[in-house]
């Protein structure tokens, strides 16, 4: 039986908004993520919608700015945030920069030492968290949708597209859609993964949305005022990919819209309503 510690839980929206944190055996450290109980919750399990924040984030920057808690009580769904990477794991260096190690997990499982050893974001999210929620929490882990922000955009939809049975509906702002062709992704894969191209490819949401589409719509939504998209984030490459592959997208540009929290704001409720859809139906 997983052990959860909570170290923080205000009432919220007629909710509960919580932040915990539980010894991970698939990280090896302890591993911390915020959840927000609907009212609905109070009465039975309630469907999951997973939020990836990025770079440099933490358990709390999705939680605290995006304002998605008011809707969510609306309509039933727990929102649950995972840090954006291990911490204090011993690896010197960790933290040295903002753009790999500590807050910068890209959600996948690395196989290069020393980050190996926990640096396991992808299985942590997808096999053992659920398992901590269903226990720990009223959550239907059952029931699932994955959205995510930039580095999180691209765990979102790598994780959706990877395990499209678990996630019934998937949605990103401003993600990272080609890592394997973008100086984020150029600087962090060869750590995390090794040299070797091939193994780059089971991370690439374009590669994934091209070889194997989800059945369900994906939302997308980038800013046209974005400093990062044309040289970090480039939609355009997702949409070709779907376009190539038969995946539905639903791709948004926004005028005057950049990077920030604030953008997110304004079109959160849209990706809410777009996971209720189908974890609601």
């Not at 299985?123 to 930039?150: F, N, Q």
Request: glycine share 10%.
């Amino acid at each position: 039986m997983a052990t959860l510690e909570t170290l923080s839980e205000q009432r919220c929206h007629g909710g509960v908004q919580g932040f915990y944190r539980h010894e991970s055996e698939t990280c090896g450290v302890p591993m911390r993520f915020a959840a927000y109980r609907p009212p609905q919750a109070e009465k039975g399990r309630v469907p999951v919608l997973y939020c990836l924040a990025g770079l440099t984030c933490t358990e709390e920057t999705f939680t605290i700015k995006a304002g998605a808690q008011r809707l969510a009580a609306e309509l039933g769904l727990m929102l649950v945030c995972p840090d954006t990477s291990p911490r204090d794991t011993g690896i010197p260096g960790e933290a040295d920069d903002w753009e790999f190690g500590a807050g910068a997990g890209f959600y996948l499982d690395a196989t290069q030492p020393p980050w190996s050893k926990h640096f396991q974001m992808y299985s942590w999210i997808t096999s053992e968290l659920p398992g901590v929620l269903g226990e720990h929490l009223p959550a239907a882990v059952e029931r699932a949708g994955i959205m995510g922000h930039s580095m999180g955009g691209h765990g979102a939809l790598v994780i959706g597209l990877r395990n499209q049975r678990r996630y019934a509906s998937i949605s990103a702002f401003a993600p990272i859609v080609a890592p394997t062709r973008a100086p984020w992704g150029l600087k962090a894969f060869p750590r995390f993964l090794g040299p070797d191209r091939n193994n780059w490819k089971a991370w690439d949401a374009c590669e994934l949305a091209r070889k194997d589409p989800a059945p369900g719509t994906i939302l997308v939504d980038v800013g046209l005022a974005d400093t990062f998209l044309d040289r970090q984030l480039r939609p355009e490459l997702f949409e070709e990919a779907c376009a190539a592959s038969g995946q539905p997208l639903h791709l948004r540009r926004h005028v005057g819209y950049d990077h920030s929290y604030w953008f997110i704001q304004s079109f959160i409720e849209d990706h809410l309503r777009h996971h209720a859809a189908r974890l609601l139906a």
